[in-house]
């Protein structure tokens, strides 16, 4: 069976999340975005344990709450501030895990995402010994990720750096800038919302479509680790451009320069701050070939623009968290399932006799790639503007990216 996955949210207890994320909302959304089963996150924090423990047991490893699904797992910071993503296969793991962990920890039971005063390379024969499966988290971002503070696996990871079987791009990467970086070339991609609120903007803008003989946490770790017919056979995410590291710019004033006049400047704006290396430079840095060479078993990468985003341009609304976006975006999906579908599958006719006809020209746009994405940096978000009669120009993306049906796949 073909499975939808985002496999990295953040629980209301990891700090600057939303009150709403609890298993209910996560269990309510998920289905009208189309994905079958989400990553716990946070889940060596014990208050957020007790909300999973309290689903339905599907084996060890797996829970169900009306009938979406989740596996075990955590964000968590290790040393020099980096982020990292494990997967467990079972409570009693967890349990462990913390025990071997937890004199390491201030903020264990209190940061959902806690701090751990240990290497990535400890971790991992941590990981390694428990059976849980280890990865870069955002493996790009300029902050709190592995190529911010290293240059290889090996420099993060050191003799555990086989055991790695994955790495998360984030939202400012996708597979056109990873693959340029040879020793990325064996591991499996993960493409992962990250979100800190349930809202359908936030939810599964980036998730991960695996072939699997059930949504379990054991077929996904085949899938991961490509063996016995599983395997991930698509990746979605934003358009990189929109992440908000993408290029390089100013933190404070969002000024972009290349990575030249950075250098030049050495990474000082003209107006004082500090000019932020974006992920497009810093891959560009690392990597061997100047276009990506992808390995055999890498699947496509397909570029989505949360469907809330572009109700939100189409009506001319401020942001996507108003009423009438979230008013228009549950009429859409109710009448026809899945967000998905709607970006993708279902019939454009169906869609104009339904919706407004902005709503409908703009998942039009959207469809024909003649959204406009303006580059995000320094920590400000890219943005999308809808195309004028005047102004038409395609978005920029990756040689092998046919924006496909994921009926595909
Ligand atoms: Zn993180
Ligand atoms: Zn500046």
Same mark, same amino acid.
């Given at each position: 069976m073909i499975i939808n996955a985002d496999l990295h949210i953040h629980s209301r207890f990891s700090s600057a999340t939303s009150e709403k994320m609890n298993i209910q909302n996560l269990a309510l959304v998920a289905p009208l975005k189309g994905i079958d089963i989400l990553a716990t996150g946070d889940c060596l924090h014990s208050g957020w344990l007790q909300e999973i423990k309290r689903c339905k047991n599907i084996d060890e490893g797996t829970f169900e709450f009306e009938g979406t699904r989740f596996i075990l797992n955590t964000e968590l910071e290790a040393q020099k501030r980096v982020h990292h993503l494990l997967y467990f296969p079972s409570i009693s793991t967890i349990e462990d895990f913390k025990e071997r962990i937890k004199h390491k920890s201030k903020n264990l039971e209190t940061d959902g995402r806690p701090n751990i005063d240990m290497s990535g390379e400890e971790l991992a024969q941590i990981a390694k010994d428990l059976d849980i499966l280890i990865g870069p988290a955002h493996a790009f971002t300029p902050y709190t990720a592995m190529y911010a503070y290293f240059n290889s696996l090996t420099e993060c990871y050191g003799s555990l750096s086989e055991y790695i079987s994955f790495v998360e791009l984030g939202l400012s990467a996708d597979t056109y800038f990873a693959d340029k970086i040879k020793e990325l070339h064996r591991l499996t991609f993960l493409t992962n919302s990250d979100c800190h609120s349930p809202h359908p903007a936030r939810i599964a803008r980036e998730f991960n479509r695996f072939q699997v003989n059930d949504a379990t946490y054991v077929e996904i770790k085949k899938a991961i680790l490509r063996i016995k017919g599983n395997k991930p056979v698509l990746n979605v995410g934003i358009p990189p451009q929109e992440g908000?590291?993408?290029?390089?710019?100013?933190?404070?004033?969002?000024?972009?320069?290349?990575?030249?006049?950075?250098?030049?400047?050495?990474?000082?704006?003209?107006?004082?701050?500090?000019?932020?290396?974006?992920?497009?430079?810093?891959?560009?840095?690392?990597?061997?070939?100047?276009?990506?060479?992808?390995?055999?078993?890498?699947?496509?990468?397909?570029?989505?623009?949360?469907?809330?985003?572009?109700?939100?341009?189409?009506?001319?609304?401020?942001?996507?968290?108003?009423?009438?976006?979230?008013?228009?975006?549950?009429?859409?999906?109710?009448?026809? +399932?899945?967000?998905? %579908? /709607?970006? $993708?599958?279902? #019939?454009?006719?169906? !869609?104009?006799?339904?919706?407004? @006809?902005?709503?409908?020209?703009?998942?039009?746009?959207?469809?024909?790639?003649?959204?406009?994405?303006?580059?995000?940096?320094? +920590?400000?978000?890219? %943005? /999308?503007? $809808?195309?004028? #009669?005047?102004?038409? !120009?395609?978005?920029?993306?990756? @040689?092998?990216?046919?924006?496909?049906?994921?009926?595909?796949?």
């Open positions: 908000k590291y993408h290029e390089s710019a100013c933190r404070s004033c969002y000024t972009h320069y290349t990575l030249e006049e950075a250098q030049r400047r050495r990474w000082k704006c003209s107006c004082g701050k500090r000019i932020k290396k974006g992920v497009k430079d810093r891959i560009n840095e690392q990597s061997e070939f100047a276009e990506p060479e992808h390995p055999e078993h890498r699947p496509l990468y397909i570029h989505l623009i949360p469907l809330t985003e572009i109700i939100t341009k189409a009506i001319g609304q401020a942001n996507p968290f108003t009423q009438t976006v979230n008013r228009r975006w549950s009429e859409l999906v109710s009448h026809f +399932g899945t967000e998905i %579908k /709607i970006l $993708l599958e279902i #019939d454009y006719d169906e !869609i104009a006799k339904f919706t407004a @006809p902005a709503i409908a020209e703009a998942i039009h746009a959207f469809r024909e790639r003649k959204i406009i994405v303006h580059p995000g940096g320094g +920590g400000q978000y890219g %943005k /999308i503007e $809808l195309p004028s #009669d005047d102004k038409i !120009i395609e978005i920029k993306m990756g @040689p092998n990216d046919t924006q496909t049906s994921l009926t595909d796949y």
